[in-house]
Structure formats: C-alpha cells, structure tokens
C-alpha cells in the first residue's frame, strides 16, 4: 500500500478510536463497543491496549468467541505464544468447530516449534474440511517444513484441485517439485495452471529454472 494510503487508514482509524472512547464514556458497559474499540486497536498495531479491551469483554463473558480469538491473534503478534495457545484452545473447547482458531493455533504450535501437535491438529482440520484449499496448504506448508516431501506434494495437488485459479497454490507446488529436481512434473504443474487461465507471466521464474535444468541436464 502506498504510504499516503497507509497514513490515511491509520488516520481513520484513529479517529475511530477516539469516538469509540467517548462513546465507553457515556456507556461503561457495552461488549460491542469494546470489541470494536479493540478492533481498532488492532488496525493501529495497539497489540497490549486490544489485550486490555479483550481482558474486559472475557470479564464479563468468559465464553466470549470473538474475544478469545483476536485476544490470541493479539499475543501472537508480542510472541506470547502460550497464552495464544491457551486462548485458541479454550475457543476450540467451545467451537470445535472453527476452522480459523484451529490453523491459528496449529500456526502457533508451530512457531513454539510443537511440528508434531500442529501436525495433529491441520490433520484434524482435512477431517472436518476436506473441501476446503486453505487447510490443505497450511498442512502442505508444514509437510514441507518436516521434510514430508511426498505428503506436501500431494496436498498441494488437493489446494490447487480445490483452488485452480489460485497461483500462490500453483507456484509452491512448482517450487517443491523443482527442489526435488522433477522438472518434468514441474513443467506439467505450470502448464495446466495457464491452460486453466493464470496468467504464465506469474510462473517465468519457474519456467526459467525449467530450462536451466534442461540446458544443464
């Protein structure tokens, strides 16, 4: 985004923000305005002030969803890993059901470097979602970094299968298999994404490695 842009958002924001004051003001009491005060507080990077609206609606509501989701969001971003992982499973106590708190949680899981139970839970995710590209590519993702290869592979098959137009999917499916020097299967991979209509524009480095290879053999 371009700063004047940016500085313009944040701007609002701030005004936002001292509107929402005013109004807590005159209402001491009101979970939505606190959630969307906290909400700004987000937007303008606040991370310990959202955690103190957060704090205030869990006083008051401690099954509150949205509370502890972005209150765990918000200790993500100051690396306060566990009370994330704390808050994210106590959402999915509740919600087991929410895809977004569960690839959060596995995200996080993985960050405190806990491969395995992240694993565990993007597994129980393609359960619950089988139709769904994104869990597939945040499985495939952690596949790759536990050094699954084939597993990876196959999940990015299933992101690109459910997504077809998303080239981010395509792009690290190629990135895999050209790691793994398949340089065949890579050019098969690119091809049927142009062919689906992404533009192979997004795909020349790619296909640039490609011929390299070949050239080298």
Not at 27 to 33: A, E, K
Not at 112 to 130: G, I, S
Not at 165 to 191: F, I, K, P, W
């Amino acid at each position: 985004m371009p700063c004047g842009l940016w500085a313009q958002g944040q701007s609002r924001w701030a005004d936002s923000l001292k509107v929402l004051n005013e109004q807590i003001a005159k209402s001491p009491w009101s979970t939505d305005l606190h959630l969307r005060k906290a909400a700004a507080n987000l937007e303008l990077s606040q991370w310990d002030y959202a955690i103190e609206e957060y704090n205030q609606v869990l006083q008051h509501e401690s099954h509150n969803p949205a509370a502890l989701f972005y209150r765990a969001y918000a200790n993500t971003h100051m690396r306060r890993y566990e009370l994330s992982r704390r808050d994210y499973e106590e959402l999915l106590g509740y919600v087991p059901r929410h895809m977004q708190a569960r690839l959060s949680l596995a995200y996080v899981l993985q960050l405190m470097d806990r491969k395995q139970e992240a694993f565990d839970q993007l597994n129980q995710q393609v359960e619950m979602t089988p139709d769904s590209a994104v869990v597939y590519a945040a499985r495939a993702s952690l596949e790759r970094e536990m050094l699954q290869y084939e597993a990876a592979l196959y999940d990015w098959e299933q992101a690109c299968r459910l997504a077809p137009q998303n080239a981010d999917y395509v792009a690290s499916q190629a990135d895999l298999l050209l790691m793994l020097n398949r340089r065949s299967e890579t050019l098969r991979v690119l091809d049927a994404a142009t062919a689906r209509g992404i533009n192979p524009a997004r795909f020349n480095a790619y296909y640039m490695k490609c011929r390299k290879k070949k050239a080298g053999k």
